[in-house]
Structures are given as C-alpha cells and as structure tokens.
C-alpha cells in the first residue's frame, strides 16, 4: 500500500520558514520524481516544485529563489524549504509521487500552511 504523509505545515509570520516532508512508504522511493503542488482556497492546485529520481530540480517561478525542494533517498522522504514566506503562499500543500518514466500518480492528503501576522 503507498502511503505519502506530508507534515511540517503551520502558521508562520510573513518573512518566515518553514520545512515541509513527505514520508513515502510503498514505493521503490529512489525511482520516483516528487513534486510538491499547493491549493489555495477557491483556486485550483498548482504545481510548485519537481526533484527527479536522479535529483534535478525545477521550481514554479512564484517561488524561485524562495523554496528549494530536495529529497532523502535513505529516508524516503522528500522536503520543500520555504523562506521568505509570503501571505500569498497560504494553501494546502500536497506531495505527489509518480515512477521515472511512468503514469500512475500518488497523492498524499496535504499540510496546511498559513502565512499570516
């Protein structure tokens, strides 16, 4: 059974960090590209940042310079650093799993995350 547990979400004041995980089990972790994606309310899910199964990254232009994404092979675990956080950055934050070369999609179920003063 895949399981993908996001935690780390919070309230944090505009100018602040913090750091999210993604704690895969299920899967031959190493294989997979993970994204992290984030819905704010009433607007659609963005996508916000990809590390490949052989550690490239790409970030969304939003949030370069801001967040860097980055991954534990040993610990099955992806992260995302957010710093300089921004009210505009409130949402539910989500992983995403999906095999190097494949199609099957994993989701897990989301860390709220709210910029606020």
């Known amino acids: 059974q895949v399981q993908l547990a996001e935690s780390g979400g919070g309230l944090v004041q505009p100018g602040g960090s913090l750091r999210l995980s993604c704690a895969a089990s299920g899967i031959a972790f190493s294989s997979y590209n993970m994204r992290w994606y984030r819905q704010a309310p009433e607007k659609e899910r963005e996508w916000v940042a990809t590390i490949t199964s052989n550690g490239s990254t790409l970030n969304a232009a939003s949030v370069r310079g801001r967040f860097t994404i980055s991954r534990d092979n040993a610990k099955n675990t992806a992260y995302l650093q957010m710093n300089s956080l921004k009210p505009e950055d409130t949402a539910v934050y989500y992983c995403?799993?999906?095999?190097?070369?494949?199609?099957?999609?994993?989701w897990g179920q989301g860390t709220q995350v709210t910029v606020s003063s």
């Open positions: 995403n799993a999906v095999r190097a070369g494949g199609t099957t999609s994993y």
